[in-house]
């Protein structure tokens, strides 16, 4: 649900919740004698308002929030500002006028509203989005001697770290992505997780793993450039060997425990493009295939890539 709020010329405050799809129809909700009325009203935006859409109109934590803003000249240079709370997320342009912010959501998030603040052209925007609960299982691993308490390596956490972070302006990807296994999922996104009897506070799975056998193809989901290539001779001790794709504008994705790889950095890839096989390098309890997609450097939930476009 999308709100905004507003001050009527009385004083009093009036509750627009945004009819999806119809952009002159609102609800007003107005309190009258401690009861709320709520009914129909043809309101019309002033014509110089800044334009606004938010997709999925109804997010639940691990959703991909896509915000795009119309403006009415964008010849000023400066790219709108998208905000919420104290993070700041880009907008980049996708067509004359027109611009795109993402805004991850993840399960260690409270659900709940919260306000994304929009500037450009001169105007801004405050709208209210209720990002709705989602149960996340809980799984319970026992790594064996060797494996458990295996922490990452300084250089392994920098290099990964600095891939998350990438905001290349250029939009790589081009419909929907792809599965870059032909495995059955075995761990869904979000899951928390007990490691050998201790629960971890701050983990939930970052991806979604497939049950490939060993040495079966990994590809890539959708293209982009190879932005990270790291094996476990080099010190990745929990990734073990894994690629990183740039899909750019701030997605990335990211394929550990692989067997083999085939690519470098700095090549571009294809959709359905061989990068690596599935193996059980790193903190892995058997071959699996571990795919992560990141948002402006936070996890989200990749099936909705799959099944729908991003643009």
Do not use: C
């Amino acid at each position: 649900m999308i709100t905004e709020n507003r001050a009527s010329n009385s004083g009093k405050n009036l509750l627009y919740s945004v009819v999806p799809n119809v952009k002159s129809k609102l609800l007003a909700k107005i309190v009258v004698g401690g009861m709320f009325a709520a009914f129909p009203i043809a309101l019309a935006l002033p014509a110089d308002a800044l334009q606004v859409k938010i997709n999925p109109s109804n997010p639940k934590l691990g959703d991909t929030l896509s915000v795009f803003i119309n403006v009415d000249n964008s010849g000023s240079g400066a790219n709108p500002k998208v905000t919420t709370g104290n993070k700041s997320y880009p907008a980049f342009e996708i067509a004359p006028n027109q611009y795109r912010a993402f805004i991850p959501t993840t399960p260690l998030e409270k659900p709940g509203t919260r306000t994304i603040r929009v500037s450009g052209d001169g105007k801004v925007r405050n709208l209210a989005v209720l990002v709705q609960n989602r149960k996340f299982p809980v799984q319970r691993i026992t790594l064996p001697p060797g494996k458990a308490g295996v922490k990452a390596t300084e250089y392994e956490l920098k290099r990964v770290a600095e891939f998350k972070a990438l905001q290349t302006p250029k939009k790589y990807w081009n419909g929907m992505f792809g599965k870059p296994n032909a495995g059955r999922i075995t761990t869904i996104y979000g899951v928390r997780r007990y490691y050998n009897g201790k629960f971890a506070n701050d983990y939930y799975h970052r991806g979604i793993d497939y049950a490939g056998a060993a040495g079966s193809p990994v590809v890539a989901p959708a293209a982009g450039r190879v932005a990270l290539v790291g094996t476990v001779s080099q010190g990745f001790r929990v990734h073990g060997n894994v690629v990183g794709i740039d899909h750019g504008q701030g997605v990335t994705s990211i394929f550990m425990h692989l067997s083999r790889i085939n690519v470098k950095e700095g090549d571009f890839v294809q959709p359905g493009k061989l990068i690596g096989t599935v193996g059980s390098t790193g903190a892995s309890t058997g071959p699996h295939l571990h795919w992560g997609l990141y948002v402006n450097g936070q996890s989200v939930d990749p099936v909705p890539w799959r099944y729908q476009e991003f643009k």
